[in-house]
């Protein structure tokens, strides 16, 4: 992955990752503050519910005090008062009772919960009640569940004793807490009351029965086994809009749990406001991360421009041109490092100018020694020579002739030196393109050592073994054959050169990775390390007669033929030199 | 009565104007309406055929008669009836209040109180029959028949429901017509009909849902056959299991009467008996109480009777306060 795109995928991911974070704290502070405002509703609606539940039971206690105060009751519970009480004529004084007090149930009881009339069961006179029991005549209103011929029912009542004399009567009057309860309580928006009734496991609102019950029926159990509100989420539909926070309120008398009353607050408007806080942060995110790439390449454009730049700067010299300069004419610190980089391809250039200059100084100072060097030793003898002459024409007439002819002997052989050296210096000059063609790396080799069979075969010298490692096929290359040639009889040369007391020569070659290896080894005093970095400098040897120009002319002969030499070995253990030429492709 | 004054010296003249709640189709003598109700009405009026004659008909609505002038008892004192037929409690009871009616139905409920009221008032003797009628194609309803009217608590029905008015009876014919009608048991023995209704099947429980006078006996009964572990459903229509129903004395004649009843008469007062015990089996009748019919009257009505079965008898009617 580039720098660029790494520095573009970091800068999107920063935004996207930053728009994330913010959708996210937005959302979560949006369903706290819902769910504040959640709980305040429910709350104000339970308060509510206790406000009607007093008030219903206020009403219900006012309207059963005012039957009690109606003559009719009077006349009951002055008809209670006589021994032998006849009640006949009062059976059905509840009904118009409460019908004008609009009382749901009314019962008029003799002191054993007897009735004497009832308003909703007027044919059970004489019967006991059927929904009262004992302790409700010591309260002043009670939630009850009462029975009708539909069902149970919880209805809000209230009971007054009437008292003529010794004997009362009793005057229970109830209000069913039904639909139109309910309505009462959902004239908050966004809250749906509902009435569970333990009986028949019912489930009503303002509307009518509750289509799903089921869906109440964890919290309906919760409230049934523990008798405590609760609450519970419920999605009505498969819309998530549709749910409401439900919180159950018992609805108890005594330890007898009759129902609850299920308040739901809507969830609706949470649910949307999520969704769009979602969207809304989906799209921004998206516009984020758009504005964030395009910001990004902007900035990546601007940032890596001038890296690219450097970039190229820094091939370019390592390509060897040293010439390039990155053009960025921002102050920042790319700006800086651009100006460094040019300053340093400047000095480079300078010091590079320099080394060449000192390199070539100190060419001809080693051309100017080596010259010296070699010309001196032929210049030597024959100012010898002639100063032996001159003094043998000065001193010994006599033997001039002899020594005249002994001495231009000597004269011809030190010029034939001198010649020799001088043409040596002129062939390194005039080192000719090679002429390339298909050779077998192997037969050259062996080509190459019959010219020397000779030698190795002498008793003249210590004797050197020849080992042959060489390959079959494989080894063809393109070369020059008398270039290449001359540049294995110089490596040769120098291996018997270094093997003054004998030892083994060994010359191996082979295929290897598209390159062809020709090694030549000896077994001779070998070389240090300093010796085998500056084996190849020209006019650099080792021996004493040498114009260090033979190793210089083999690594030119192989740098023409695209290949490379190189030298290993250690002081005693002798040295190898290795060229490594390209094989032929064709092959 | 014996010294009467000119002020209560009858009068001829006026219109007396009788609300009621039976409604009657035709005067056909071969048409006997379904309800008896309506059955008595028409017996009533067409008994007046006579000393009056029908001056106007309108079908379930009114009936206007007018004096027989040539009548053999001599002319009647009224010039002139309106019976208006079809007229509720609630009709009747406004009607009365208004002025616009002479004489109303009262409900036997409301007759007790009305007497304590001084309110004046006109009763027959008991010439009506509640009782329950088991569907007649379920022969396996008998054991179902004597539990039910063993459950009942007659007593509590009569004197509260019916403010103590009528008899209770467990015969068709009355006491004052047969004789003999405490030879039928009327005892309530809850523990009985409990054992006759061990594991009984609910049954469906019809009556007139419209009447008054049978809700709140039916809607007892429900609870009384409760008590004794038998299940009434309440339903409609004729195919119930039972139905509370009334049934029209309509002869003052014990024979007669029980010849209408569909029974067969005889001059034996022991073979009536078994004659009437036949007919409650046989049409499978569990009789409950007998009433009487009814009438409040407005102050200007004198001579106002009715004949046992409650037969009205409008040809001594007259009215006070009316110009000769």
């Known amino acids: 992955m580039t720098f660029r795109t790494r520095l573009l995928a970091v800068s999107s991911l920063t935004v996207a990752g930053a728009v994330a974070l913010v959708s996210g704290v937005v959302s979560v502070a949006a369903r706290r503050a819902f769910d504040r405002i959640a709980e305040e509703r429910r709350k104000a609606v339970v308060d509510q519910f206790q406000r009607e539940v007093d008030w219903q039971y206020a009403d219900v206690e006012y309207k059963v005090q005012r039957v009690a105060a109606s003559d009719a009751v009077l006349q009951i519970a002055v008809e209670a008062n006589k021994p032998e009480p006849d009640f006949s004529a009062f059976f059905d004084e509840a009904r118009p009772q409460a019908d004008a007090q609009a009382l749901d149930f009314l019962d008029i009881l003799q002191p054993d919960l007897t009735i004497i009339s009832s308003a909703s069961a007027p044919a059970r006179f004489g019967y006991p009640s059927n929904w009262l029991i004992g302790d409700v005549v010591v309260l002043r209103h009670f939630l009850i569940r009462i029975p009708t011929n539909i069902g149970y029912v919880v209805a809000f009542a209230a009971v007054r004793a009437v008292s003529v004399g010794d004997k009362s009567i009793l005057v229970v009057g109830a209000r069913r807490l039904d639909s139109g309860f309910l309505a009462l309580l959902t004239h908050t928006s966004g809250v749906h009351a509902m009435l569970w009734l333990a009986d028949g496991n019912q489930v009503v609102d303002a509307w009518g029965t509750v289509a799903e019950p089921p869906k109440l029926a964890g919290l309906i159990d919760t409230v049934r086994h523990t008798h405590r509100e609760a609450s519970a989420t419920v999605q009505w539909k498969s819309d998530p809009a549709s749910a409401e926070s439900v919180v159950a309120l018992p609805l108890s008398h005594g330890d007898n749990l009759l129902g609850a009353l299920l308040v739901g607050t809507s969830l609706r408007e949470q649910v949307l406001l999520e969704r769009n806080i979602l969207w809304t942060g989906i799209g921004v995110a998206g516009a984020g991360i758009l504005l964030g790439v395009l910001m990004g390449y902007w900035t990546t454009l601007r940032v890596t421009r001038p890296v690219a730049q450097l970039v190229s700067g820094v091939q370019a010299v390592a390509g060897g041109d040293w010439s390039a300069r990155v053009d960025v004419q921002s102050r920042d610190e790319i700006g800086e490092l651009a100006a460094a980089f040019n300053k340093m391809t400047e000095q480079l250039i300078e010091q590079r100018d320099r080394a060449i200059q000192a390199e070539r100084v100190a060419a001809w100072r080693e051309l100017a020694r080596r010259l010296a060097h070699e010309l001196k030793n032929p210049l030597f003898p024959l100012q010898i020579t002639i100063e032996n002459l001159q003094r043998a024409r000065d001193r010994n007439p006599d033997e001039f002739e002899e020594v005249f002819r002994e001495s231009t002997t000597t004269l011809l052989a030190e010029l034939g030196n001198l010649k020799t050296i001088v043409g040596q210096f002129s062939d390194f000059a005039k080192m000719p393109q090679p002429e390339f063609q298909n050779v077998n790396a192997s037969a050259l080799v062996r080509e190459v050592l019959k010219l020397f069979e000779a030698q190795f075969q002498t008793d003249a010298r210590p004797r050197i073994e020849l080992v042959l490692e060489l390959a079959e096929s494989g080894v063809e290359i393109s070369a020059d054959p008398l270039q290449l040639s001359r540049a294995l009889r110089n490596l040769v040369l120098n291996a018997m050169d270094a093997m003054p007391e004998g030892g083994t020569l060994r010359l191996r070659t082979e295929s290897a990775d598209g390159m062809v290896r020709i090694e030549i080894s000896d077994s001779g005093q070998g070389l240090s390390e300093e010796e085998c970095a500056r084996l190849f400098t020209p006019y650099y040897t080792t021996k004493r007669h040498g114009t260090g120009l033979g190793l210089a002319i083999v690594q030119s002969v192989v740098s023409d033929h695209h290949g490379r030499i190189s030298v290993s070995g250690e002081p005693g253990r002798g040295a190898t030199f290795t060229i490594e030429l390209p094989a032929r492709r064709d092959a | ?324």
């Not at chain 2, 004192?77 to 037929?85: G, P």
């Open chain 2, 1 to 324: 009565m014996a010294s009467l004054n000119a002020a209560r010296r009858p009068r001829y003249g006026g219109t007396l104007r009788i609300d009621v709640s039976g409604a009657i189709q035709s005067l056909d003598a071969g048409d006997v309406p379904a309800d008896p109700l309506d059955a008595a009405l028409k017996e009533n009026i067409q008994r007046e055929v006579g000393p009056f004659r029908v001056a106007a008909w309108e079908p379930m609505k009114t009936v206007v008669l007018e004096p027989n002038e040539l009548a053999p008892g001599g002319r009647p004192y009224l010039d002139r009836i309106e019976i208006h037929m079809g007229r509720t409690s609630r009709d009747q009871a406004l009607d009365f209040e208004l002025g616009k009616a002479d004489v109303v139905e009262l409900p036997l409920a409301d007759l007790r109180r009305a007497q304590q009221q001084g309110v004046r008032t006109g009763t027959s003797q008991p010439c009506l029959v509640i009782a329950l009628a088991f569907a007649g194609h379920r022969g396996d309803l008998d054991g179902m028949r004597q539990a039910l009217s063993l459950a009942i608590d007659r007593p509590a029905i009569h004197n509260v429901l019916l403010q103590k008015q009528g008899e209770i009876s467990g015969s068709l014919l009355p006491q004052w017509l047969s004789g003999y009608a405490f030879l039928f048991p009327v005892a309530r023995d809850l523990s009985k009909a409990k054992e006759l209704a061990a594991s009984s099947a609910p049954l469906s429980f019809a009556w007139d849902k419209q009447s008054p006078l049978l809700r709140p006996i039916a809607e007892r009964i429900v609870v009384n056959a409760a008590e004794a572990g038998i299940t009434l459903r309440p339903a409609t229509g004729p195919d119930a299991d039972v139905r509370l129903v009334i049934l029209h004395i309509a002869s003052d004649d014990g024979a007669e009467a029980l010849r209408l009843l569909g029974g067969r008469p005889s001059a034996d007062p022991l073979k009536m008996f078994e004659a009437e015990r036949e007919l409650i089996d046989s049409r499978r009748l569990a009789p409950l109480f007998q009433l009487p019919l009814a009438y409040e009257l407005a102050p200007g009505v004198n001579a106002w009777t009715t004949g046992p079965s409650g037969n009205w008898r409008l040809e001594d009617v007259w009215l006070e306060g009316v110009k000769p």
